[in-house]
């Protein structure tokens, strides 16, 4: 699974204490698709996932809403359909109780949750549980599955320095997404179709979701350093060449960036599961493939027919989250069999059960099972 | 120059940036930092020199610093009066005494109560507000628009009163009449509608609320006793006349800014000969003896100042670029964003310089004026580059004295609480700060000494002129 970020084009970084914004600009707006800001009235929002209800904080949603193939590119973004779309909220809406993540909002429109998607693949990963009843499970995790499974981030506005960072950020003509770095580690693509649409939502990133990995290290508040590369004076015998030695390095940090930098965003033995079609718009979501100790990337795309992503945000995982992550995934591809998994990681069943515990899945053993081995762990 | 010591290079290097500091920083939030970083950095920044070099720090009153650091300097320097000897304390007075002149007078009355908090009250301060005082215009027209602050500062200094102002002052309402006509309409006012109409606009605002007068018709009877700033601060909201020829160029600059982009098309004509007028002005006889001047200006989006200082960056920036095309005989303005239509800007956009000093570089000047708040960010720290390779490679004058080489000054309208000075582009290139474009031509000059070829020695006797010069006495 690999998407291409085609059409972006990486632009100078723009440095706040530890907190860098790449810039993506794009030549021309993707057609047919516009993104914005709809701030809800009410707080809270119920979704119904099936059997589960899941309750999230919604401080806001975008609205994608698309244009029927009108042939005619003058027409096709903007105006029009911003005109139809820009009623507000309905005034004190009781609690709304929606079916899915991704909805239909109107004939032309889907509503979706930022980045919630992308959580909701990664927090129902392997979430029926045990297809099995193997006697170690506890009976509830058999009967209800991962039911209630939490995760806990934190608000943009919580990592130091990222509100000072967007504020003073010199959006660049042209610019429809960004890539944020915390200490030099990535914690969000954010690409939308259109640049009017960043301008708007540029804002909303401070209310976006982050993992604890990026919250510790704006806490920690290193400065990042100086990535530029000086450009050395031999050779140079006019201003003809000292513009050409810019362009150079401007290509150099370009593909520095999207090779090395951002070269984890997309796993290439990730999964992709596609939620919703939208006329020639695909919505869905990736899950990376959870490697120990290495960046893991969730997060949800809107791609055209051609594959181009017009719109994009990642959330990066933290350590305990790709541990947990990848020990669901390990209990899966053996089944929920403890005995097999233990096996595949090169451990015996009590360091297998412990780890769980550890993980913050001791809930889904048989507690006798679980005390068993923390017994056997305690003589040895 | 063998002669030069560390010290020496220290001490000058502090120096050009407590100056830099003095004439950009006001206190008030930047763009990137906020007004608690600007005081504390600021704060530091005085005390610093006036512990070390207090003969500079007095000297700087004779710089253009800006007025709020005028204030602060000549606070500091009565508040420790007593430090220094009777020989030294004599010149500070001549230069505190200098300064206050051109000083408004609300700041110097807010500097004298800050005095009377301060609880200063030596014989040197007493001194010098009781000359201030003396040397008013109108005493009159203060005592009734300042009547408070005149009263504080009154009896903080003991100083000595007419009769009738004693009794303007404490006894008001004991006066059948008084003999002073404003005094007496001040008196009437309380009672008399059309009494408000002769005093200051500030005041009688006061009792035009009082009377419950209508504000349109208030307005429209007291626009002749409106002062320039006043009539500039209520033309968009109140209809009042402006004459745009008199404005001072920035503020002129940050008028303009201040206008709708359509607004501005419409009034362009008008707009821009003001604009043209004011830095004719400015420039008198140098006008056109700059030879070929190109300029890169920044508009980018931190251009925007902050909430307290809107657009100021940009508005500097505006001003020079009238300055420079009246100062120049051939005159090439470069935005950073590209755009070159000056009066329809506003700050958006990164801030490529790098780039646009490499095309500056291209149209051959004589002189380079960058005016910038030095955060080259597309790429960032491209500018130090290009301006480092030019300097030692591509200038044609590289080899020789600097006098033959292509000036490059940057000056900048931001003061960077962090570094304790405005932020620099390349060590081989000058920066200066710069409040109001006015000052372009003298910061240009003073600039030459941030190159660090100039000694202090030098630039000692620089600010020795220019307080001579200020006092208006022979050196």
């Not at chain 1, 699974?1 to 707006?29: K, N, Y």
């Not at chain 1, 515990?357 to 679980?370: C, P, S």
């Not at chain 2, 005494?97 to 908090?117: D, H």
Request: aromatic share 8%; with cysteine.
């Amino acid at each position: 699974m690999t998407f291409a970020l085609d059409g972006l084009e990486t632009g100078p970084a723009q440095v706040w204490s530890s907190v860098r914004l790449v810039p993506l600009i794009r030549d021309e707006p993707v057609p047919h698709l516009r993104l914005h800001r709809k701030a809800y009235q009410e707080p809270v929002s119920v979704v119904d996932v099936g059997g589960a209800v899941y309750v999230s904080f919604v401080p806001h949603a975008f609205v994608a809403s698309w244009s029927d193939g009108d042939p005619r590119p003058a027409a096709s973004y903007g105006t029009r359909l911003l005109e139809r779309d820009t009623g507000d909220a309905p005034p004190r809406m009781p609690v709304r109780v929606t079916r899915r993540m991704a909805r239909r909002a109107g004939k032309d429109r889907l509503r979706f949750l930022p980045l919630h998607l992308a959580v909701e693949g990664y927090l129902a990963l392997h979430f029926g549980g045990p297809e099995t009843a193997w006697e170690e499970w506890a009976r509830k995790t058999v009967a209800h599955g991962l039911s209630p499974r939490c995760e806990e981030t934190y608000l943009g506005l919580q990592v130091r320095g990222l509100e000072d960072a967007l504020r003073i950020f010199e959006i660049h003509p042209g610019q429809c997404g960004v890539m944020v770095y915390v200490a030099d580690a990535l914690a969000s693509a954010f690409v939308v179709p259109h640049p009017d649409d960043y301008r708007a939502l540029h804002p909303t990133l401070v209310e976006d979701l982050f993992g604890e990995l990026i919250y510790m290290y704006g806490l920690l508040g290193a400065p990042a350093a100086d990535l530029s590369a000086r450009i050395d004076g031999t050779g140079i015998g006019s201003l003809d060449d000292l513009r050409a030695a810019a362009e150079l390095r401007q290509e150099e940090w370009a593909s520095f960036h999207d090779g090395v930098m951002a070269g984890r965003l997309f796993d290439a033995d990730g999964s992709r599961q596609v939620v919703q079609h939208l006329r020639g718009f695909e919505l869905s979501r990736f899950l990376p493939s959870f490697a120990l100790r290495e960046e893991n990337h969730i997060g949800e795309t809107i791609t055209d027919e051609a594959g181009r992503v017009a719109y994009l945000k990642s959330f990066r995982l933290s350590d305990a989250q790709v541990r947990r992550g990848y020990l669901l995934k390990k209990l899966a591809e053996h089944d929920w069999r403890l005995s097999a998994t233990a096996a595949a990681l090169g451990a015996d069943k009590a360091a297998l059960a412990l780890r769980l515990e550890r993980a913050g899945f001791g809930y889904l053993l048989r507690q006798d099972v679980l005390d068993h081995y923390r017994a056997q762990r305690r003589t040895t | 120059m063998m002669s030069e010591t560390f010290a020496d290079l220290v001490a000058c290097e502090d120096v050009l940036m407590f100056v830099n500091a003095a004439i950009t920083s006001t206190g008030q939030r930047e763009f990137h930092h906020d007004a608690g970083e600007q005081r504390l950095s600021l704060d530091f920044l005085h005390e610093y020199m006036l512990e070390n070099y207090r003969e500079v720090y007095a000297a700087a009153l004779a710089l253009d610093v800006n007025d709020h650091n005028a204030a602060i300097i000549v606070r500091n320097l009565l508040v420790r009066a007593g430090e220094v000897g009777v020989e030294r304390r004599r010149r500070e007075g001549l230069l505190i005494a200098r300064r206050l002149e051109t000083l408004p007078p609300q700041r110097v009355y807010r500097l004298f109560r800050e005095l009377r908090r301060l609880g200063v009250n030596n014989r040197r301060t007493r001194a010098v507000i009781r000359d201030w005082m003396a040397a008013r215009r109108d005493p009159a027209f203060d005592f009734v628009k300042y009547r408070g602050a005149v009263k504080d500062v009154v009896r903080h200094a003991h100083l000595r009163l007419g009769d009738e102002q004693h009794d303007f002052l404490f006894t008001p309402h004991r006066v059948k009449s008084f003999r002073t006509p404003i005094f007496e309409q001040w008196r009437r006012a309380h009672y008399e509608q059309a009494a408000i109409y002769e005093l200051p606009y500030t005041v009688a605002e006061g009792f035009a609320a009082k009377h419950g007068i209508a504000r349109e018709v208030f307005l429209e009877r007291i626009e002749p006793k409106m002062t320039r700033l006043e009539r500039l601060r209520l033309h968009k909201s109140a209809d009042v006349q402006v004459d745009l020829g008199e404005m001072p160029l920035t503020r002129l600059a940050s008028y303009v800014l201040s206008l709708p982009l359509d607004e501005r098309a419409e009034r362009r004509a008008e707009l821009s000969r003001a604009l043209r007028t004011a830095a004719r002005r400015v420039a008198g006889a140098a006008r056109g003896s700059w030879g070929r001047v190109t300029a890169v200006l920044d508009d980018s989006y931190s251009s925007l100042g902050s909430g307290q200082k809107r657009r100021r960056p940009l508005a500097v920036a505006l001003a020079a670029h009238y300055l420079l095309e009246a100062l120049a005989r051939e005159f090439t303005p470069l935005w950073t964003s590209g755009r070159t239509d000056e009066l329809l800007l506003y700050p958006s956009g990164p801030t490529p310089l790098g780039l646009r000093i490499i095309d500056a570089l291209g149209t051959g000047p004589e002189r380079l004026l960058i005016v910038s708040d030095g955060w080259d960010n597309a790429p960032p720290g491209l500018a130090a580059d290009v301006l480092r390779v030019w300097r030692t490679r591509l200038d044609p004058g590289h080899r020789l004295a600097p006098g033959h080489r292509v000036l490059i000054v940057h000056l900048n309208p931001v003061y960077e609480a962090g570094d304790f000075d405005v932020r620099r582009l390349a060590p081989g290139v000058p920066t200066a700060g710069v409040r109001d474009a006015e000052n372009l031509p003298t910061l240009v000059e003073l600039a030459r000494f941030a190159e660090g070829r100039v000694g202090l020695d030098k630039l000692q006797a620089h600010l020795d002129d220019r307080a001579a010069r200020f006092l208006g006495v022979p050196a």
